[in-house]
C-alpha cells in the first residue's frame, strides 16, 4: 500500500527588512499517516553519476514524513579527490546529520564545502551538522541569501520548519563564502560552476553545474511533482523563474536534480519549464479578458487537468494570484 499523507504549507505574514518590508507568509500544516511498516523505511538514496548521491527526500512513499527527522527536499553529496561537497543539507539539525551518516557510507573524506541554493529553511537549515562535525568547511550561498539570512528570515525558517519540534533544537549557520553568479570554484579536484540569473523562484537562486559529472542542481527552481513556487509564490518572479528554467535547459546536461523530486535528465527542467509556461499564458490570456485572480484559478485548474495528482495542486489559486499581480505590473 502506499502511504498517504497531505503536506501544506501557509505562510503568515512577517516584516523583515527595516526599510522595506517583505511580508513573508509561512506556516505549516502538516498531515500524515504512515503505513504500518514506514518507520523502517529509509529514504531513498540514489547515485546519480559516479561521484554524486542523492538523497531523495520528497518521495513520500519511502521517505515518509518525520518531524524534522527526514528531508523534505534533495540533500546531495558530491565525493570529490579531497574531501565533500554537499548541496543544500535539508531541513534541520537532525537531517543534516542523516547527510553526515550516508556520506560515512560512502568515504571517509571530510566535508570541504558546502553549497545553499536558496533560503528557504527546506534546504538550508542542516547546514548546522556540517559545521558541528567540520568547522573548516566552507558555506557558499548566493550574497543576497546571506543578507535576507542576517535581515531576520534565519529566525523566522527555524521556527517554520523546526518550532514544534521537542527534540535538540536547530540553530541557523549563515553561510560563510558569498556568491554572486558566474564564479568556477575548484574544490576537492572538481570544478563547480555557478549560474544566477536574476530574480527567479527567489531573488537569489544559484543553479550550480559540476561539468565533469554533466550534471546540473536546480534548487528551488524545480520541484516535480508539484506546483513551482507555491510554498512562497511572493518570492517569486515567474518571468524570471521561466527564463532560469529555461537557461537551465540550455546547460544540456545528462543528469538534473531537482529541488525535490526524483533526479532525471533533461526532460525533468523540460516538463517543469511547460507546466510554468501554460500557467503563465493563461493567466496572461484571461487577465487580458478582464477575469478576476479567482476565476482564471478555476479556468486553469479545468485546463491542467493533467496535473492534478501533482502535490498542491489545490493550492494553486496562491501562485495564479502572484502571478495575476505580476502580469498587472508587466501591463503598465
Ligand atoms: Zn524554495
Same mark, same amino acid.
Given at each position: ?9 501557509? +505562510?503568515? @505574514? ?16 502538516? &498531515? ?29 512513499? &519511502? ?18 579527490? =579531497? %574531501? ?57 550561498? /548566493? ?7 542576517? %535581515? ?42 555557478? /549560474? ?19 550534471? @546540473? +542542481?536546480? %534548487? ?36 538534473? @536534480? ?6 532525471? %535528465? ?30 482564471? &484559478? ?6 491542467? =487537468? ?27
Amino acid at each position: 500500500m502506499p502511504i498517504f499523507l497531505f503536506l501544506q504549507m501557509v +505562510f503568515m @505574514v512577517m516584516k523583515l527588512i527595516k526599510a522595506l518590508t517583505l511580508a513573508l507568509c509561512a506556516s505549516y500544516l502538516i &498531515t500524515l499517516s504512515f503505513s504500518l511498516f514506514a518507520s523502517e523505511i529509509e529514504c531513498d538514496f540514489r547515485q546519480v553519476s559516479k561521484r554524486i548521491h542523492v538523497i531523495v527526500g520528497s518521495n513520500h512513499e &519511502t521517505c515518509p514524513i518525520k518531524e524534522v527527522e527526514h528531508p523534505l527536499t534533495n540533500p546531495a553529496i558530491i565525493v570529490g579527490d =579531497s %574531501g565533500v561537497i554537499v548541496i543544500d543539507p535539508g531541513s534541520s539539525l537532525q537531517v543534516g546529520r542523516l547527510v553526515l551518516e550516508r556520506i560515512k557510507s560512502l568515504t571517509d573524506k571530510p566535508v570541504v564545502a558546502v553549497f545553499n541554493t536558496h533560503i528557504h529553511g527546506l534546504y538550508w537549515l542542516g547546514n548546522q551538522a556540517v559545521k558541528e562535525r567540520f568547522p573548516s568547511a566552507r558555506i557558499y550561498a /548566493h550574497q543576497r541569501m546571506i543578507e535576507r539570512i542576517k %535581515g531576520g528570515e534565519g529566525d523566522f525558517w527555524v521556527q517554520a520548519i523546526t518550532g514544534n519540534y521537542q527534540g535538540e533544537k536547530t540553530k541557523f549557520v549563515v553561510p560563510d563564502a558569498a556568491l554572486s553568479g558566474g564564479e568556477i570554484e575548484s574544490i576537492a579536484g572538481l570544478k563547480i560552476k555557478i /549560474h544566477y540569473t536574476g530574480h527567479a523562484h527567489t531573488d537569489h537562486d544559484v543553479l550550480i553545474e559540476i561539468p565533469e559529472e554533466n550534471t @546540473v +542542481f536546480l %534548487g528551488g527552481l524545480v520541484v516535480e511533482p508539484e506546483v513551482p513556487s507555491q510554498g512562497v509564490p511572493q518570492d517569486a518572479n515567474f518571468k524570471g523563474q521561466m527564463a532560469a528554467t529555461r537557461y537551465a535547459i540550455a546547460l544540456a546536461a545528462e543528469h538534473y @536534480v531537482p529541488g525535490r523530486g526524483k533526479p532525471d %535528465g533533461i526532460d525533468l527542467p523540460k516538463r517543469a519549464s511547460r507546466f510554468l509556461e501554460a500557467l503563465y499564458d493563461g493567466v496572461q490570456r484571461y487577465y487580458e479578458d478582464g477575469l478576476t485572480d479567482f476565476e482564471i &484559478t478555476e479556468r486553469l485548474k479545468a485546463e491542467l =487537468s493533467q496535473y492534478t495528482q501533482w502535490y498542491d495542486f489545490s493550492q494553486l489559486g496562491g501562485v495564479v494570484s502572484q502571478m495575476y499581480l505580476q502580469v498587472e505590473q508587466e501591463s503598465f
